[in-house]
């Protein structure tokens, strides 16, 4: 069958790339389900919501940054181009943040005190983070991938 013959009901919607399978559900997962298991695993117990300064506000904050970030993945899975670029900046800013706050600590008085394998996990966390953000722009602002969410519909999915 050929576009030419397809009826006009059914939107011409090319097969999801392996690339955007493989990141919505990485991006999902690793900056969306686990820091919310980890912040509401913190906030339980209450000796390190003490030592960390997690407060009832901060952990509601993370929840819903991991939220939407699982939201964004989820509907950029699905090929909503706008959600794809939500996705991108929503990532930006968690990997971002765990730069920042690995830079923070290395460049302070902590870092000293730290032995040499815990300061070298500091820059491996960085490199990481950066590493991660670098193959998601790479691929999400790739040829391929923007062909697949000009093609698709920007209807929410049926449930």
Known sequence: MTVDHLPESQPLVSKRPTGVWILTLSDGLFA???????????????EMRQILGASAGSTLLSVLFGLAVCYAAYRAWTGDDRFRKGLLILITLHWGFIIFNNIQIAVSDVAAQLEPS??????TNMGRAAIWLAINYWYFLGSRPRAFYASTTHAPPAP
């Open 118 to 123: 815990q300061r070298m996990k500091l820059y």
């Open 32 to 46: 969306g389900v686990i820091p919310i298991v980890g912040i509401i695993l913190v906030f339980l117990h209450e």
